[in-house]
Each structure stands twice: as structure tokens, then as C-alpha cells.
């Protein structure tokens, strides 16, 4: 992530000094060194007003000043600015202020009596970390925007695989990550050997006597340690003594974050014998 010195130039920047002297000398050496957004305001009261509306790059912040000082300014900084950064840099002549004005949220301090070099210094690093800071802020909000769409395009092909799927299978099913079937269709269930009434009227009704239950036992286990399993083998024999022959395939579901949300599968009939 690299800026131009365009970017550093360009910054917004607003001056708050109760003193004219100080803000014309302040307003004088920026413009020298090419900054071209430069502003400045000499009454405290109006700081946070303008932040709102201009989302300054950088605040050059006298501590001592009438109606509010530079304290209750940034207090009030804080409690305005949605941006958790606060873009301060404190002008002061205490030397007990500057720890001060560090802990209340200032990023860095220019003492008084003003050294032009220093002054010079202090802005153009401060600036360089706050645009460095906006841009990955910038970066990080592209990315989660990035990942939303691709969620939902996956989601979009996960519906769309699964009505593929459908159509080319016996049956379709899928689980949650407790083990409860979240859809069926097909023999799922009585392949399982889960009993459910209304199924096992129906398992009657059509005269089926049962599934091979060592292939069954395998099948849970692959399941239970969310193993995937591609054409396994299953077979049934009905009332009539036809056997059937099927192929099962499955796999674990895993979200974005890698977390086990539950299994899914297909199933074809692959033969009949009398």
C-alpha cells in the first residue's frame, strides 16, 4: 500500500488556535511546502461541527483556549467521530500536557514556542499514517464486500447444483451438523434405518423386507466421521425376493470459515435381479 505525495498534499487539514498569530504562521508553512487544503478555525466551539462535515485528514490542536480547551474538544471528538482514529495532532508550551493530551486520544504533539522544521516533520509523518490507516480501512470494507458477493454467488450455485442433482439421482438428501435431515427425497431414511410412520407404511406397502445392514453400519460410520464416499456400494432385497442394487455417494458441508454445517448425498439404482 503506497501513497504519492499527492495524496500526502492533498490531505485535509484544519488549524484550530485561538492565537491569529499562531494560525498564520501555521497556515503560512503548509502553504510553502504545497499542502492545498488548509483551513483553519480560532473558535474550539465550532471543531467538532466542522470534523463532521469535512472528515479532516489532520487536526492541528491548540490546548489552551477559551469556552472549550483542547481537552473538551477532543472528548468531544470522540463522542461525534464514527472513525475510531482520531486524526490529532496537539499544539502546547506545558510540558505536563503532552502525556495528557496522548492519553486523551492526540496522536502526537508540537511544543511552543514553534520549531518550523519539527512542525514540517510531525504533520507530514502524522499524515502519511492517517491516509495509510483510511486506505486500509477502505481495503478491508472492498473486502467484505468482496466476500458477501462471492457468499451469495455460492450460495446461487449451491441451489443450482442441488436441483442438478435431483434431477440426475434416485435421491437426494442432506443433514445439518446434528444429524436431523434438513431435505429427503428418495429411500433416504429407510436406507438409515430411521422409522418414521408415515415411511414405514410406505416401506410395507410396497413389500420391502430389508436393506443389507453391514453396508448400512459402514454407511453410518463414513457419515459419523464426516467422511466423503463416492459409489458405495447398497443393496436391498424385497418381499418378492428382488434384489436391488444401488450407489450412494456423499459428502461433508463446510462453510466459508471452514465449520462443519452438515452432510449431503445422492443415491441411483444401478440394477434388479429376480
Not at 490529532?88 to 511544543?111: E, M, W
Request: aromatic fraction near 8%; charge should be negative; hydrophobic fraction near 40%.
Amino acid at each position: 500500500m503506497i501513497l504519492s505525495p499527492e495524496d500526502i498534499l492533498n490531505a485535509r487539514i484544519l488549524i484550530v488556535d485561538d492565537q491569529e498569530a499562531n494560525v498564520q504562521l501555521i497556515g503560512q508553512l503548509l502553504g510553502d511546502a504545497g499542502y492545498t487544503r488548509v483551513t483553519s478555525t480560532m473558535t474550539s466551539q465550532d471543531v467538532c461541527m466542522l470534523h463532521r462535515k469535512n472528515h479532516y485528514d489532520l487536526i492541528l490542536l491548540d490546548l489552551q483556549m477559551p469556552g472549550m480547551d483542547g481537552f473538551q474538544v477532543m472528548a468531544g471528538l470522540k463522542t461525534d467521530d464514527a472513525d475510531s482514529y482520531l486524526p490529532v495532532i496537539v499544539l502546547t508550551a506545558q510540558p505536563g500536557h503532552k502525556l495528557r493530551a496522548l492519553q486523551a486520544g492526540a496522536k502526537d504533539f508540537i511544543s511552543k514556542p514553534l520549531d518550523l522544521v519539527e512542525v514540517k516533520t510531525r504533520i507530514h509523518n502524522m499524515l502519511e499514517v492517517r491516509l495509510l490507516y483510511k486506505k486500509l480501512e477502505g481495503y478491508n470494507k472492498e473486502l467484505e464486500r468482496t466476500v458477501q458477493e462471492r457468499t451469495a454467488e455460492l450460495r446461487e450455485s449451491e441451489a443450482r447444483f442441488r436441483s442438478l442433482t435431483e434431477l440426475a439421482s434416485d435421491w437426494y438428501w442432506e443433514q445439518d451438523e446434528n444429524g436431523n435431515f434438513s431435505r429427503v427425497s428418495g429411500p433416504v431414511l429407510e436406507m438409515l434405518g430411521i422409522q418414521v410412520d408415515a415411511l414405514a407404511d410406505d416401506v410395507k406397502s410396497n413389500g420391502v423386507t430389508g436393506w443389507n445392514e453391514a453396508e448400512r453400519d459402514q454407511l453410518r460410520v463414513a457419515i459419523a466421521a464426516r467422511q466423503p464416499f463416492l459409489d458405495f456400494p447398497f443393496s436391498r432385497v424385497d418381499a418378492d425376493g428382488t434384489e436391488r442394487q444401488y450407489r450412494v455417494s456423499g459428502q461433508p458441508i463446510f462453510d466459508p470459515s471452514c465449520r462443519f454445517v452438515g452432510y449431503r448425498g445422492v443415491g441411483v439404482e444401478v440394477s434388479v435381479r429376480n
